[in-house]
């Protein structure tokens, strides 16, 4: 039971799914982000606080009993058991989990049981978010790449074989000029939008009906009711 990783046959090392981690870190990630903007936009911080102690716990399951076991990790198995495993080492993923619980226990300490809030948490906080996103969206796990800097022996079998020095990509993964130009073309009508609506809605839009409705009213909500709809 108390083991980290599982042996596969064809593989030197114990191994974890990748799927399964990735399914994971979604999973902390959804819930790291509602936390998060209970406390900015409802000064609600007792879901953050809840939030932060689930995360320690799940990882102290994943490192010191069994990933396996871990509720994230239960959850993410169920939902990607219908596709075919994809096999990573598990001595980088436990680096990396070392470093998530250490930041975990940090925000335990200050933010959940001393109630302290201020700069130093909303970096741990946010630097937690980013290694989750990563992770989840795009495979790339940043605790495993700072595994390598301390050990003389490199990782094995990482996700998308990153760690093969020889990997050469595929046509399918190559960028071309005119995707370059679709980047480009994307950028400027992201960045002229703004312009464009707020000429639009200086001439064109109709006059907005800024009557804070009774529910809001009966909330005491009125300021926040006119902040989200744009009539201070």
Same mark, same amino acid.
């Not at 980290?4 to 902390?28: H, M, P, Q, S, T």
């Not at 070392?98 to 302290?116: C, R």
């Given at each position: 039971?108390?083991?980290?990783?599982?042996?596969?046959?064809?593989?030197?090392?114990?191994?974890?799914?990748?799927?399964?981690?990735?399914?994971?870190?979604?999973?902390?990630?959804?819930?790291?982000?509602?936390?998060?903007? *209970?406390?900015?936009?409802?000064?609600?911080?007792?879901?953050?606080?809840?939030?932060?102690?689930?995360?320690?716990?799940? /990882?102290?399951?994943?490192?010191?009993?069994?990933?396996?076991?871990?509720?994230?990790?239960?959850?993410?198995?169920? $939902?990607?058991?219908?596709?075919?495993?994809?096999? $990573?080492?598990?001595?980088?993923?436990?680096?990396?989990?070392?470093?998530?619980? $250490?930041?975990?226990?940090?925000?335990?300490?200050?933010?959940?049981?001393?109630?302290?809030?201020?700069?130093?948490?909303?970096?741990?906080?946010?630097?937690?978010?980013?290694?989750?996103?990563?992770?989840?969206?795009?495979?790339?796990?940043?605790?495993?790449?700072?595994?390598?800097? /301390?050990?003389?022996? *490199?990782?094995? &079998?990482?996700?998308?074989?990153?760690?093969?020095?020889?990997?050469?990509?595929?046509?399918?993964?190559?960028?071309?000029?005119?995707?370059?130009?679709?980047?480009?073309?994307?950028? $400027?009508?992201?960045?002229?939008?703004?312009?464009?609506?707020? &000429? &639009?809605?200086?001439? &064109?839009?109709?006059?907005?009906?800024?009557?804070?409705?009774?529910?809001?009213?009966?909330?005491?909500?009125?300021?926040?009711?006119?902040?989200?709809?744009?009539?201070?």
């Amino acid at each position: 039971m108390f083991v980290f990783g599982e042996k596969v046959k064809g593989y030197e090392v114990d191994v974890l799914n990748e799927r399964e981690v990735r399914a994971g870190a979604g999973i902390l990630f959804l819930f790291g982000i509602i936390s998060l903007m *209970n406390a900015f936009l409802m000064q609600n911080f007792e879901v953050a606080k809840l939030m932060v102690s689930v995360f320690m716990i799940d /990882f102290m399951i994943r490192l010191f009993i069994n990933p396996k076991y871990a509720p994230s990790l239960i959850i993410g198995r169920w $939902v990607v058991n219908n596709q075919a495993p994809e096999y $990573v080492g598990a001595i980088q993923k436990r680096w990396a989990w070392w470093f998530g619980l $250490v930041l975990a226990l940090i925000m335990f300490y200050s933010f959940v049981l001393n109630d302290m809030r201020g700069p130093i948490n909303l970096l741990i906080c946010g630097s937690c978010l980013v290694f989750l996103f990563f992770e989840s969206v795009f495979g790339i796990c940043l605790g495993c790449k700072m595994y390598d800097l /301390f050990h003389k022996k *490199n990782a094995q &079998y990482c996700a998308g074989d990153s760690c093969n020095p020889n990997l050469v990509r595929a046509p399918i993964q190559q960028i071309n000029f005119k995707q370059l130009i679709s980047i480009l073309v994307f950028a $400027v009508f992201v960045f002229s939008l703004p312009s464009a609506l707020k &000429y &639009y809605q200086t001439n &064109y839009a109709p006059e907005k009906d800024c009557t804070v409705p009774q529910f809001a009213i009966e909330m005491g909500h009125e300021q926040q009711w006119k902040e989200h709809n744009n009539c201070l």
